[in-house]
């Protein structure tokens, strides 16, 4: 979509309580930069006390290892309180092909039925206007030789902008002035959670970001490191974070309990501002 059809959408949501949206740049059709208002009067008459920015990543709908139970469960955590807002982190669906390393057999679904099922399990967020932003993964990447990106499908069902390789992201909320999160899917093979950790503090040296989101590798990753700003004629530490996310895949009869691969489970990013300026890191 072009930034007029983004400013378009964004009026519909006025109804809603969802932040006002700012296209900053687009490139072709994918948003690279966006800006998010909480501090609208308008869409919030009454002061937020906290807003939270939960990541949801590798959900590889349509594998046969997919969890929607735990998807449903945690789907209505998200919605029951209003201030919850969704990064999607990429490998929403699995997309098995006969081009893709992965066996079409271990799929339950053909790609574009995939495209369908995660659309609607994904509508009661668009619909309460609680979607972010997204970028694609390596998964939604395995369609590109076949009919394209189906994270761009996804992405355009359910009107929530999207990048293939990495979004940055601005919130206005408080003292945040803003809030800077940078997203990314991840990328790599590694196994060992120094590698993995190598990973993602690599993607922390880009941007200016205070929390970096990226899931890809199934595993649970938090860092925490300071950077110099400087502020006047002062030196201000500025505290940033690094998160990995885990996925919604069962362990178990899964390609990484083939090659023995370290074991996760359910685990994903939650940040929480307060109007302070403060803001903390948990994971659910």
């Known amino acids: 979509m072009i ?29 690279k930069f966006v800006d998010y208002d909480f501090e609208d009067t ?27 139970t735990r998807f449903n469960e945690y789907l209505a955590w998200l919605l029951d309180k209003p201030t919850r807002f969704v990064l999607l982190g990429g490998d929403i669906v699995d997309a098995a092909t006969i081009l893709s390393v992965a066996s079409p057999y271990d799929n339950t679904q053909e790609p574009i039925d995939q495209v369908d099922q995660a659309t609607e399990l994904l509508k009661p967020l668009q619909k309460a206007g609680r979607l972010l932003g997204y970028v694609g993964g ?23 902008p999207y990048s293939r390789g990495v979004q940055l992201i601005d919130i206005h909320f408080g003292k945040h002035n803003p809030f ?27 941007a200016d970001s205070h929390v970096y989101m990226v899931g890809h590798l199934h595993d649970v990753v938090l860092l925490f490191d300071w950077r110099q700003q400087r502020t006047g004629r002062r030196i201000k530490l500025q505290k940033i974070a690094g998160i990995m996310s885990s996925s919604f895949q069962s362990y178990w009869n899964s390609y990484a309990e083939v090659a023995a691969m370290s074991p996760s489970d359910t685990m994903m990013a939650r940040v929480i501002l307060e109007p302070s300026g403060k803001w903390e890191v948990t994971l659910r």
């Open 3 to 31: 930034a007029a059809e983004w400013q378009k959408l964004d009026a519909a949501r006025d109804a809603l309580r969802a932040p006002r949206l700012q296209i900053n740049q687009l490139e072709q059709d994918e948003v």
């Open 42 to 68: 308008h869409r919030f008459p009454a002061p937020l006390k906290a807003v939270e920015l939960v990541h949801l990543t590798d959900l590889q709908i349509g594998s046969k290892g997919f969890q929607r």
């Open 138 to 160: 390596n998964h939604e990447r395995r369609t590109i030789k076949t009919f394209g990106d189906c994270g761009r499908l996804i992405a355009r069902n359910l009107e929530v």
């Open 180 to 206: 800077r999160v940078s997203l990314w899917h991840g990328g790599g093979s590694a196994r060992t959670k120094g590698a993995k950790a190598q990973m993602l503090h690599r993607f922390m040296h880009q």
